[in-house]
């Protein structure tokens, strides 16, 4: 029963995750226990063990009569989730491009993404090209073959798409998948300093970005899993 708890209750995690890199969750949400118990039938125990792994990982914040909530990043700490991601990513560069020296590195997938990402670049749809963007870090991670490294970099990027989601910048040209391209030519051309240079630039770059003079609106309960 218990080994079946916890299986229930990573869905829940990764229900949130979900919405979260779709940008159907906002900073600040309140979330709902019963929404997910009578949408999924889980039952109450398994929802709130999957919130409370979600409140460990800094994605929700549970605070007394206020129920849990979608967290909602300050500059601070915005600031350290990129400093956490440079140091996991370019350790995954650094694997990465050993196993591309050695043959060992198939790269096909992260190929498909960029094009699709490319694709998706000057249309509307701006929640499945944000999405597209977290699965490129997340998959170059899952290609290390380290389960350790891949659940360290996880939580984290959603948790910058909560940051992206309170201080976008509209009129910022950063433009993520010529940096995707540029830093997978660096590993295709098996120069790692050039490579952990690219991925330095690119998550610089997304903290550029961001406009940290905006207002922080507070967001009342939605329910996104529908």
Do not use: W
């Amino acid at each position: 029963m218990s080994t079946e708890i916890n299986k229930n209750s990573d869905e829940v995690v990764d229900l949130v995750f979900e919405a979260i890199l779709k940008n159907r969750l906002k900073p600040g949400v309140r979330l709902s226990e019963i929404s997910l118990q009578e949408e999924f039938g889980y039952s109450r125990s398994v929802v709130r063990q999957g919130f409370d792994k979600l409140v460990d990982s800094g994605l929700l914040q549970h605070k007394k009569n206020q129920g849990v909530r979608v967290a909602c990043p300050t500059k601070q700490e915005t600031t350290q989730i990129y400093e956490a991601r440079q140091a996991i990513e370019n350790a995954v560069i650094t694997i990465l491009v050993n196993k591309h020296q050695s043959q060992n590195l198939d790269l096909s997938k992260i190929d498909d993404l960029i094009s699709e990402e490319k694709r998706l670049h000057n249309t509307s749809q701006n929640d499945e090209h944000t999405k597209l963007s977290c699965d490129f870090h997340l998959t170059l991670a899952e290609l290390c073959d380290n389960k350790y490294i891949v659940e360290s970099l996880k939580p984290l990027i959603p948790l910058s798409t909560l940051a992206a989601s309170v201080y976008s910048n509209p009129e910022s040209t950063f433009c993520s998948y010529a940096e995707h391209s540029d830093l997978i030519q660096a590993i295709k051309s098996n120069d790692l300093d050039k490579a952990s240079k690219s991925i330095k630039k690119h998550l610089d770059n997304c903290v550029k970005s961001l406009d940290f003079k905006k207002t922080i609106r507070n967001r009342s309960y939605s329910n996104i899993f529908s």
